[in-house]
């Protein structure tokens, strides 16, 4: 018995999963086992994702592409996103990230997982917005379990959480100052909902029981980077260095319990600055791990 790819590989047990991503991206078995053990490849698969054709990201395999959609106040027309994930999945994209913000986001969410071959994932902070349909710092640290906890059940097979802005990192951030600021919006969020009500970062304080929905449902978790640069003037700074060593510490403790990781980032930058960020990433948030 298995409860994820990774607690699969790391028993040297080859899924159907597995199988499937080895034969796509001609490699051994055996090697692609060892890697998704050791974290460096990932198979986002949620066990309520039933019509789900597998993919690999990662370490020596192909690159994966990407489409954005969803419903939001601008464009809350279910018809026309549906529509735009079949294109997607008709010119042979490999994920589709549902960003959807505003309306029936969870009907919208399990029409889509239900009709989808290719991975889906989400921004639960996102969601939890419009869907509590109230001020941001109203929303309570239960809720925003409860808005990740239905996702999951959905079938998403990817979330993106940012879990690394805490409020020692955020107060990092307000101390050194920045041209563009928190560009990402998830990370903006979080920062203002810690801000508003002086609460830690529920995502951070709790993760353990995040990781435990994540482990249940076998949901990877992709690490929001919500302190990268918006600005070449902002890159590599003390803000976006002490993030990424706490995704370090964060992705250590997922592998413990067997969830997978990707981590986002770096954000923009110059173009030599790109490969030490690339190196100062992986040194922070891989660490050898005993395989099968």
Not at 22 to 28: C, F, L, R, T
Not at 256 to 273: C, L, R, S
Request: with cysteine.
């Amino acid at each position: 018995m298995y409860t994820t790819q990774m607690d699969a590989a790391k028993k040297g047990i080859i899924t159907d999963e597995i199988r499937i991503v080895a034969q796509k991206e001609d490699m051994p078995v055996e090697k692609l086992l060892k890697l998704v053990a050791s974290g460096k490849v990932i198979i986002p698969a949620n066990k309520n994702h039933k019509n789900l054709v597998p993919e690999g990201i990662g370490e020596g395999l192909r690159t994966k592409i990407n489409v954005n959609i969803g419903i939001s106040k601008d464009c809350c027309n279910f018809d026309m996103e549906l529509e735009k994930a079949k294109k997607a999945i008709e010119f042979k994209a490999e994920a589709i990230m549902d960003l959807s913000s505003y309306g029936k986001t969870r009907e919208f969410r399990q029409q889509l997982v239900k009709m989808s071959p290719v991975m889906i994932g989400t921004v639960p902070v996102y969601d939890a917005v419009g869907f509590y349909d109230k001020d941001l710092k109203d929303i309570t640290a239960e809720e925003f379990f409860e808005v990740v906890e239905k996702h999951a059940e959905d079938g998403v097979d990817f979330m993106t959480i940012h879990a690394g802005i805490n409020l020692e990192t955020a107060r990092r951030f307000k101390q050194n100052g920045r041209l563009t600021n928190i560009v990402s919006r998830g990370g903006s969020l979080i920062f203002a909902w810690m801000e508003l009500t002086g609460n830690e970062n529920p995502f951070y304080e709790q993760y353990e029981r995040l990781l435990g929905i994540f482990e249940k449902y076998d949901v990877t978790i992709s690490l929001g980077d919500a302190l990268r640069p918006g600005s070449i003037n902002d890159s590599t700074d003390a803000a976006q260095i002490q993030e990424l060593i706490v995704l370090g510490e964060l992705t250590k403790r997922a592998w413990d319990k067997n969830v997978q990781v990707m981590i986002e980032g770096p954000g923009h930058m110059a173009i030599n600055e790109i490969a030490a960020n690339m190196v100062l990433e992986k040194r922070l948030c891989t660490v050898r791990l005993s395989t099968y």
